[in-house]
């Protein structure tokens, strides 16, 4: 049987750029000697760019795997890092927001509804005076609200009476921040609305009571005095003639522009030159308390939302004063104020108590507070309560004080 090469009989084919007609197995040996070498030659050069390329795309898919290695790594790496910086850096709430856009204090500026182009803006202020008033001291607490420029002092009213609108006849009270909480006392409306998140703005926060005499009082010699002798918490001295005094150390020194400690040799509760507990030095009253913005930070902290009055908080003040109580804390005796002690919610008034002097007689005179007999009885509890808060406080910071073995008293 004859074996055929070929699926035909006869054909031209188109090879080497030759035509060459295949009839019979000799003429196929023939093709075959004249195209084979070139075939060849295509045909090993097709394998080795198959080779070639099989080796470039499996190095490129080495390099690639190689890649995603290294961004893996490098991912996880950065994951880890961003997790500590969030854990130390972020607060609450603001871990899945990117850190650019968070804004973690605020302020008290007011705002404008739109932006005029033809108003310049006016430089913020860098201090804060913050007051608990009632409408029975309107005419006091405005005497006391002129003493602090209104380019250097925001105003903030906590309206312990409700009352907000009887204040619109005074010019500043439009720029002034009002607050009203029925029967709250100020250091109530501090915690909730005084956050170091929201004044860190303010150089000095001044919060007071409304029963206060300024004419010998100027707000920026104030200042002055207080930062040329570093004080980070302070007062102004009380006109010892004038007003209700209820701690020696608070009573003004007619020689010198600060005094920091009291020396008492007699009786109970001596201090001594080199006594180092309040309320011999390092102390303050609460009814007008100065604070930088680094010493209200912690003072804030200190203050318990359910101890609304605050009694006992001004023994420990000290612990704020960013260093040594001794030095940093202490009462300006050149810009002096008068207590006029004028009875008001939480004020030092039992309902037994008599004025000191004619000054106080007569604030209380043009003072219309009703002295009905209720109202005499809710003083009454409201000292009671004051006491009660200052025995609870002391007992929550001596548990605190056992508790916290990592805590060390300076003093």
């Known amino acids: 049987m004859k074996a055929r090469f070929w699926p ?3 054909a031209t084919i188109r090879c080497c750029d030759e035509n060459v007609d295949i009839t019979t197995q000799g003429d196929t040996a023939n093709w075959c000697r004249v195209c084979h070498p070139k075939i060849m030659f295509f045909g090993v050069l097709a394998i080795v760019t198959l080779i070639l390329c ?3 795309i499996t190095g490129h898919q080495s390099e690639v795997s ?3 290695e290294v961004s893996n790594l490098a991912k996880h790496s950065t994951s880890i890092h961003c997790k500590t910086q969030n854990n ?6 603001s ?3 990117p850190k650019g856009i968070v ?3 605020s302020d008290l500026k007011l705002r404008p509804l739109w932006t005029n182009p033809k108003v310049k803006e006016v430089k913020p202020p860098v201090n804060l005076l913050a007051m608990a008033v009632g409408i029975k001291l309107k005419k006091n607490v405005d005497k006391i609200v002129q003493k602090f420029p209104p380019d250097n002092f925001t105003v903030m009213l906590f309206h312990y009476d ?3 609108d009887e204040w619109n006849d005074f010019a500043w009270s439009s720029q002034a921040i009002h607050i009203a909480a029925l029967n709250q006392t100020k250091w109530w409306f501090a915690k909730r609305f005084l956050h170091p998140d929201i004044v860190v703005d303010y150089n000095y926060i001044f919060i007071w009571d409304e029963d206060i005499g300024v004419n010998n009082f100027h707000a920026g010699r104030y200042l002055a005095t207080v930062e040329e002798e570093g004080l980070e918490i302070s007062q102004p001295a009380l006109d010892p003639d004038l007003s209700e005094v209820h701690h020696p150390i608070t009573i003004r020194r007619k020689r010198g522009r600060v005094h920091r400690r009291i020396y008492k040799y007699r009786g109970s509760g001596l201090c001594f030159e080199n006594s180092t507990q309040t309320p011999c030095t390092g102390w303050v009253e609460m009814m007008v308390p100065v604070f930088s913005r680094a010493a209200w930070q912690c003072a804030w902290h200190m203050i318990q939302n359910d101890l609304v009055h605050s009694w006992g908080m001004d023994m420990k003040l000290g612990y704020c004063a960013q260093g040594d109580r001794s030095r940093k804390v202490g009462i300006v005796d050149d810009q002096y ?3 006029l002690g004028i009875p008001s919610l939480g004020g030092s008034f039992n309902g037994t108590m008599e004025p000191q002097n004619s000054t106080m007689r007569l604030a209380l005179k043009n003072h219309t507070l009703s002295t009905a007999e209720g109202e005499l009885n809710d003083r009454g509890e409201i000292r009671r309560q004051s006491y009660v808060e200052y025995d609870i406080f002391r007992r929550r910071w001596k548990r605190a004080v056992q508790q916290d073995k990592c805590w060390v008293d300076p003093y």
């Open 8 to 10: 035909f009989q006869a």
């Open 54 to 56: 099989s080796v470039m």
């Open 66 to 68: 190689m890649l995603w």
């Open 88 to 93: 130390h850096h972020r607060h609450r709430g």
């Open 95 to 97: 871990e899945s927001l």
């Open 103 to 105: 804004q973690e204090t």
């Open 162 to 164: 409700g009352i907000v």
């Open 337 to 339: 104020i008068v207590h």
